[in-house]
């Protein structure tokens, strides 16, 4: 089976079906057809971070047994929108054990319609750059704690033991963090 569709464009009622309809029988081939409908967006974010070809088409499978590990997990109101946090943090993540950078879920602090047409990849692209001018504007104990509660997925009392913050400093710092990331996004787009 190839995983990669003829299509940019879906019907998000489409997904929503295919996605209840996975949820209540398990049956992988609705899964398949539903991650098939947005294979191409899954390669082209992961080409965007790894540039390369191979290792891009590499982690669409990757990405679909992700897929089956975390739908069950997580209510999701928007497959497409889901799909590419999931995407994207997939390949920060791997970019990450190899290379010991930091980045933070985009998704997660500002709200940016994914749109689903690749047409709209280079904006897609400017808004991820942007984000991150806003990350490293922020003060490091903010950084440090959104860092680990969004892409590490640290609880807070992971990110108490690892940074010695108190429990409240760990609460307020991803709280301001996340609300001074909005307003640099909002603002001036990370300029």
């Given amino acids: 089976m190839s995983w990669f569709s003829n299509s940019g464009k879906t019907d ?51 990405i679909f047994e992700e897929l089956i590990r975390k739908i069950e997990k997580q209510e999701i109101r928007q497959f497409a929108s889901w799909l590419y946090v999931l995407t994207k943090n997939y390949c920060l993540m791997q970019l990450r054990s190899n290379k010991k950078m930091q980045y ?24 991820l750059t942007a984000l991150e001018k806003c990350v490293e504007k922020l003060p490091e ?25 108190s429990l409240n400093e760990v609460k307020s710092y991803i709280q301001n963090g996340k609300r001074n990331l909005k307003i640099c996004m909002e603002k001036n787009g990370g300029e």
């Fill in 12 to 62: 998000q009622s489409s997904d929503q079906e295919l996605l209840d309809r996975y949820l209540a029988t398990r049956d992988l081939e609705i899964l398949g057809k539903l991650f098939k409908s947005h294979s191409s967006m899954v390669y082209y974010v992961c080409y965007r971070y790894f540039q390369d070809t191979e290792r891009s088409k590499d982690a669409v499978m990757q």
């Fill in 104 to 127: 933070v879920s985009f998704d997660e602090f500002v709200e940016f319609p994914v749109s689903q047409h690749q047409e709209d990849h280079k904006e897609k692209e400017a808004a």
């Fill in 141 to 165: 104990r903010q950084k440090q704690s959104i860092d680990l509660f969004f892409l590490n997925e640290k609880c807070y009392k992971e990110i108490v033991d690892l940074t010695g913050f």
